[in-house]
Structures are given as C-alpha cells and as structure tokens.
C-alpha cells in the first residue's frame, strides 16, 4: 500500500484521484495517472502537493479522466490569476441540499424584483438606494451560484 503524504490530503487533485480509484485502480497511483494522462508522476506529485499549479490543460483532462469537474471550477476560482476575481467557489453539494438552496432564493424572486423596479423606476441609482441594488445584485450571485452548483452535480452524477 502506497504511503499518502499528509500535505496533500486537503489538496483537490489528490482528492480526486483518491476518489477516482473506484472507477479505475490506475489511479491508486500516480504512476498509473502518468500512464493514463501524459502527465509526469512528480509532476502530479507536485501539483497534489499544492507545490505547483497545474497548466489549464492538465486541469482539464485530470477532470475528464477522473470523472471531477469540480476541479475545473477548483482551478478557475482559486488558482487562476483571473478566475479569482471573476468565478465563484462552486461546492459539489448533494441534490437535497441543492434543491432547499435553489427554492430558498427562489422564495425571494418577487421582493428583489419589486426592489430593483423601485430603485431603477427613474433610470438613477441614486447613493441612497445603493445599498438596495447590492441587495439585489447579492441575490442575483446567490441564485447564480446555486444554478453553478446544479449544473455541478449533474455534470458530476449523470455522466
């Protein structure tokens, strides 16, 4: 049995891999991922490590062949210089949660559509309705993630 390095057990990569071994023992070891992918083994051992940022295209097809796409949004939110600031952290979340969440910000369509004709009925958003606007624009994020997190799971469970 192969030894797990304890710096690499919170890292998305390796947990993917790990998580991967029930659809392919390959993947038991970074070897095995090497053979598969192209990819050197201490190349991904440095990237399990959190020691190296994966190319953009190494993301991609360790999440195609790991069945993760999860890593994809891992990457883009967190690792990618321009992602940080644009995509949001997507959690894979089962589809209970999911739907509560979904139907929770559902639950508040009508008082951020009633806000957001208020403030914007002049065509101004003046200082003092500003804080109503980030209201809604929170909200929008909010249903936004929670449509990102769907899309996650169906990408993840009905492939």
Same mark, same amino acid.
């Given at each position: 049995?192969?030894?797990?390095?304890?710096?690499?057990?919170?890292?998305?990569?390796?947990?993917?891999?790990?998580?991967?071994? @029930?659809?392919?023992?390959m993947?038991? @070891?970074?070897?095995?991922?090497?053979?598969?992918?192209?990819?050197?083994r201490?190349? #991904?051992?440095?990237?399990?490590?959190?020691?190296?940022?994966?190319?953009?295209?190494?993301?991609l097809?360790?999440?195609?062949?790991?069945?993760?796409?999860? #890593? $994809?949004?891992?990457y883009? $939110?967190r690792?990618?210089?321009l992602? *940080?600031?644009? /995509?949001?952290?997507?959690?894979?979340?089962? #589809?209970?949660?999911?739907t509560?969440? /979904? #139907? @929770?910000?559902?639950?508040?369509?009508?008082?951020?559509?009633?806000?957001?004709?208020? !403030?914007?009925?002049?065509?101004? !958003?003046?200082?003092?309705?500003?804080p109503?606007?980030?209201?809604?624009?929170?909200?929008?994020d909010? !249903?936004?993630?929670?449509?990102? $997190?769907? *899309?996650?799971?169906?990408?993840?469970?009905?492939?």
């Open positions: 049995m192969s030894r797990i390095a304890t710096k690499c057990l919170d890292n998305a990569f390796h947990i993917a891999r790990i998580n991967a071994i @029930s659809s392919n023992e993947f038991s @070891s970074r070897e095995g991922v090497a053979e598969i992918t192209g990819i050197e201490t190349r #991904l051992g440095r990237i399990e490590a959190g020691t190296l940022i994966p190319y953009p295209e190494e993301v097809l360790l999440a195609h062949v790991y069945k993760a796409p999860e #890593l $994809s949004n891992y883009c $939110s690792e990618c210089p992602g *940080k600031q644009t /995509i949001p952290q997507i959690e894979v979340a089962e #589809l209970d949660r999911l509560i969440q /979904i #139907l @929770s910000s559902f639950q508040r369509i009508d008082h951020i559509k009633d806000i957001l004709i208020d !403030i914007t009925a002049d065509g101004i !958003i003046d200082m003092e309705e500003r109503k606007f980030n209201q809604v624009m929170a909200a929008l909010l !249903i936004s993630a929670n449509a990102q $997190s769907l *899309k996650l799971w169906a990408e993840k469970t009905l492939k």
